[in-house]
């Protein structure tokens, strides 16, 4: 950035600019004043057809992602690819959370079942009940019959546990085997953040409700 550049923005109308870009990049999770200062000031050093890059996949993804229309993940289609792949094992599926917490588990390459994705766990403190999440969706895939097992993978915290325990009380008038992850998932960590090989132990090592 040159020296004109520099002048342009110490004015007044473009110090507005930046000022408003770094207050909605300090909103975004994880991101605090210096952070957003710094990936503002990155955005104004990158060429313009970079950081215009970056503005369309964000367009992109408002505008195109949705939820798979099976299993609640992220998708650009009716289907997302995982539900539409033929070569799943279709007797299993896997509950978690969260969109990422499904990533985090196609990473380990362990399993090759199907998900259902909740879009969140049973919170009452934060005013989070079963209506909330897609568990009737969950229920009625079960109740379609083909699985043989379904596998809890909710977060090893005081409400995943608890969301568990209340989807596996729903499910006990079906002929399907209750499992859950392997506690080699330190209890009270997410699964965003768990390595590939703990997420791997877990799946292999899944025990009984």
């Not at 000031?41 to 992602?65: C, G, N, P, T, Y």
């Not at 993940?73 to 539409?84: F, H, M, Q, R, V």
């Amino acid at each position: 950035m040159g020296d004109d550049s520099s002048k342009r923005f110490s004015s007044n109308n473009h110090a507005g600019a930046v000022a408003e870009l770094v207050e909605n990049l300090g909103r975004l999770p994880g991101i605090g004043r210096k952070s957003a200062e710094r990936l503002a000031f990155h955005l104004l050093r990158v060429s313009e057809s970079e950081a215009l890059a970056l503005a369309d996949s964000i367009r992109r993804v408002r505008k195109d992602v949705r939820y798979c229309s099976a299993c609640f993940n992220l998708a650009e289609t009716d289907l997302c690819a995982i539900c539409s792949d033929p070569s799943r094992d279709t007797t299993r599926i896997c509950v978690v959370e969260q969109p990422r917490d499904l990533m985090s588990l196609e990473q380990s390459s362990a399993y090759k079942g199907l998900y259902h994705v909740l879009l969140g766990r049973i919170a009452p403190l934060d005013g989070i009940g079963p209506d909330q999440l897609t568990i009737d969706a969950l229920v009625d895939r079960i109740r379609a019959g083909g699985f043989n097992e379904v596998i809890m993978a909710t977060n090893p915290t005081v409400e995943g546990d608890g969301t568990s325990l209340y989807i596996s009380n729903l499910l006990s008038e079906f002929s399907v085997q209750m499992t859950r992850l392997a506690r080699g998932i330190t209890a009270g960590s997410v699964l965003e953040y768990a390595n590939r090989e703990m997420i791997a132990d877990a799946l292999t090592g899944r025990q009984k409700l």
